[in-house]
């Protein structure tokens, strides 16, 4: 079996992820090629398609979000993802049980609840129009007046295949959106049989080479390892001595090909993808970035390795990039690590009339 050095294995992933080279594809592509993006929040996908796709601007993904081509909704991990259209429907039924799982996270709040008909309640609300999920608990309420609020919401949002309702603002949807049927605004219904050996490949396709373990972390999908015994997955062992799987089309790259600096958002992909995370981010580093509140850091990637943290934010006209870096860095480097923040800056505050990037002592 042969060995992936750290290097080659880095270069696969970087390469998969669109973050060797910016990418000249349209966002619907790139979403379908990344599998999805984490979409904790509305602004983080629009972060990670700028720097992964030639000459993107904002108005691209909120134009493919209006044409309903792009859709943001609970999936993976019971987690919100942007994801296309086609792919919530390929794969809902797939992660259903995911979803489902979650709600034995109530415990005792979920005492007196009745999924089937919360489910059914739900769905009838939202058939007459958008709503969000105070209206959605309010409304449930009502009819389950014995029943934990919270647990109504959390019913509804993880066993009813519902999207993110767009609305008329930057960053396509409010901090309080609006939510919608899935079939109702799609127009299709989704996939009525599970496809997880399918939903394999695709991961490989954007995060491979990968073990079950990996696939387990990024899906939420329990006892993986048989979906991997699938005669034409390649396999690799790492310098660790893991097997990899991947799939034998995939690219992967010279491990000395050139990685250029990057930024990425909160909650990145990359980040999110591995139960092991040493192909791009050291372990003393993972506690500045991933934090007690469970909240993952914007980061910024040096030779394909997470190099620090920024922050950016406008007061008045003056926009200004925070950078952290942990450890030193090389002038040149830092040079470069600038440049590409000051483009970072300027694309999320078009509107500023100064740019500044600093390094925070």
């Known amino acids: 079996m042969a060995v992936l050095s750290a290097a080659a ?3 696969a992933t970087l390469s998969r992820q669109l973050l060797l080279e910016r990418a000249d594809v349209s966002p619907v592509e790139a979403v379908q090629r990344l599998a999805g993006m984490q979409g904790q929040e509305a602004k983080h996908p629009y972060v990670g398609l700028w720097t992964r796709l030639d000459s993107f601007a904002d108005a691209d993904l909120t134009a493919a979000v209006e044409a309903r081509e792009l859709v943001r909704a609970s999936l993976y ?13 390929r794969f809902r039924t797939t992660l259903a049980p995911v979803l489902e799982a979650g709600l034995k996270m109530l415990k005792e709040r979920g005492e007196g609840l009745e999924p ?11 058939a007459k129009e958008p709503l969000t999920f105070t209206e959605v608990r309010d409304a449930l309420q009502q009819q389950f007046p014995d029943v934990n609020d919270r647990a109504l919401g959390f019913c509804t949002r993880m066993m009813v295949p519902l999207v993110m309702y767009p609305a008329d603002t930057r960053w396509g949807w409010t901090a309080n959106s609006r939510f919608t049927l899935a079939d109702q605004w799609i127009g299709r219904k989704p996939l009525l049989s599970a496809v997880p050996e399918e939903l394999v490949i695709r991961y490989l396709d954007a ?6 373990a990996d696939f387990q972390t990024w899906s939420g999908l329990p006892a993986a390892k048989k979906l991997f015994e699938i005669s034409d997955l390649e396999r690799f062992e790492d310098e660790n001595g893991r097997t990899l799987y991947d799939v034998p089309t995939a690219p992967r790259p010279d491990p000395e090909t050139p990685a250029p600096v ?20 050291a372990d003393a580093y993972r506690p500045a970035v991933f934090t007690k509140n469970l909240r993952v850091k914007a980061t910024y990637l040096v030779d394909g390795q997470v190099a620090g943290l920024w922050t950016a934010e406008k007061k008045r006209a003056v926009a200004t990039l925070t950078l952290t870096p942990f450890g030193r860095t090389a002038k040149r480097t830092m ?21 500044t990037v600093v390094t925070a002592s």
């Open 9 to 11: 294995i880095n270069r």
């Open 77 to 89: 991990r019971g987690t919100l993802h942007l994801v296309t259209a086609a792919d919530y429907l």
């Open 116 to 126: 089937d008909k919360v489910v059914a309640a739900a769905r009838k609300l939202l």
């Open 207 to 212: 995060f491979g080479p990968a073990t079950p």
């Open 262 to 281: 990057r930024f990425l958002p909160e909650f990145d992909n990359l980040l999110l993808a591995y139960a092991k995370r040493e192909r791009v981010i």
């Open 335 to 355: 040079t470069a690590v600038e440049r590409e923040g000051e483009a970072l800056l300027r694309f999320l505050e078009p509107d500023a009339k100064t740019y």
